[in-house]
């Protein structure tokens, strides 16, 4: 079963984690393709500016957190879904696959596009709706705590045997890795 996911589209701006910059979500339907089922009035404009953030839900710290700059977006003149095109794919796994009949049919009942996106099957039922409160705040921490690393501190007391160290903690040396016993 895929890693549950939470699809985002924001606004572009330099202050990253602005709360205001929450537009609405989406629901990745296949590693380039998001389908936004209301997309907001500032995506309707002539050239928006926005990006789609895509992380592991719910949104812890150190969680996987992607940022795309979207390639494409298709709107449809009235009320209705779009779809937004990434420039890059995604890692993380669309929640299933996208049957075209089982999608036209879940349009076909259901006036709302959520409504129809759950009855498909390509999102969890429980998936939200609207950028849920507090996301831009556990977004930042997100990505704060996945650049801290733990460092790994090493005794050598002798400086001639940095060389060893070296090929001991990386795979530099190979196939001539002198012998250093077990690991």
Do not use: K
Request: net charge negative.
């Amino acid at each position: 079963m895929p890693e549950n996911a939470i699809v985002v589209i924001r606004r572009f701006t330099r202050e990253r984690y602005d709360p205001d910059d929450d537009l609405t979500t989406g629901v990745l339907l296949s590693p380039d393709t998001v389908l936004v089922p209301q997309p907001p009035e500032e995506l309707l404009g002539e050239h928006p500016r926005f990006e789609v953030v895509i992380a592991s839900w719910p949104l812890r710290p150190g969680a996987a957190v992607e940022r795309h700059r979207p390639a494409g977006l298709d709107l449809l003149r009235e009320a209705g879904p779009a779809t937004v095109l990434l420039s890059a794919p995604s890692r993380f796994t669309t929640w299933g696959p996208v049957d075209g009949c089982r999608l036209r049919t879940a349009f076909e009942q259901h006036a709302d596009v959520w409504d129809a996106v759950i009855q498909a099957e390509l999102t969890p039922p429980d998936t939200p709706r609207v950028p849920p409160p507090g996301f831009s705040q556990r977004l930042a921490h997100a990505e704060t705590a996945a650049f801290a690393v733990r460092p790994r501190l090493h005794d050598l007391r002798d400086p001639g045997q940095i060389g060893n160290w070296v090929c001991y903690i990386t795979p530099l040396c190979e196939p001539c890795r002198p012998h250093l016993g077990p690991r």
